[in-house]
Every structure is written in C-alpha cells, then in structure tokens.
Nanobody, 116 residues
Framework: QVQLVESGGGLVQTGGSLRLSCAAS????????MGWFRQAPGKEREFVAALSWSGGSASYGDSVKGRFTISRDNAKNLVYLQMSSLKPEDTAVYYC?????????WGQGTQVTVSS
C-alpha cells in the first residue's frame, strides 16, 4: 500500500509562486502515472495535472495550463507541482494521487491560499 503525503502549501499573494511536494512511502511509484487535484470549499474535486511514469507525458487542466508544471523524481519517490502566477481562484486543498486503474491512494492534502 502506498501512502502519499503532500506538503508545501501556504499563503501567497496573487502573482506569487509555490512548489508542492508529494512524498510516497510503502512502495515505489516509479511505474505509475501520478496526478494532482484540488478542491475548493463548496466545489467538486478538480483535475490539475498528471504525469506519466517516465515523466515524458504531462497533462494539465485548462485553468492551470501555462502556469503550473508537474514533475517527478522517481529515485526519491517524489512528485512536485510548481505553481506560478497564482490567482485567488487557485485557492484550494491540493491532493496528489496515484493512477492504478483509477485514481487512488489519496493524500491528506495541503492548503493553498492565494490572497488578492
């Protein structure tokens, strides 16, 4: 069983940047597609970004394209989300997950708050 722990969230001003990390333990994630999702209060969970096991293929939600970058370090069992040009509408709890058929092994999330 893989455990995922997100970190790196916080309070940032509009236009600022943050880098989120997702640390995996229990098993290597090197052969799995990994993703980031977010959920704002009163809204459904939203896809943010995903990255293939090799790091060669990334996909992004329309609202973050060109501003966010997903990356991974398989040797360290880590996945990152570099967020730039942050907007108040990016405020949410951010989660990482592993795709093994469906998305699973959700972490507890890390709060990102962007002030206007």
């Amino acid at each position: 069983q893989v455990q995922l722990v997100e970190s790196g969230g916080g309070l940032v001003q509009t236009g600022g940047s943050l880098r989120l990390s997702c640390a995996a333990s229990g098993r290597t994630i090197s052969r799995y597609r990994m993703g980031w999702f977010r959920q704002a209060p009163g809204k459904e969970r939203e896809f943010v970004a995903a990255l293939s096991w090799s790091g060669g293929s990334a996909s992004y939600g329309d609202s973050v394209k060109g501003r966010f970058t997903i990356s991974r370090d398989n040797a360290k069992n880590l996945v990152y989300l570099q967020m730039s040009s942050l907007k108040p509408e990016d405020t949410a709890v951010y989660y990482c997950a592993m795709q093994d058929g469906s998305w699973k092994n959700w972490g507890q999330g890390t709060q990102v708050t962007v002030s206007s």
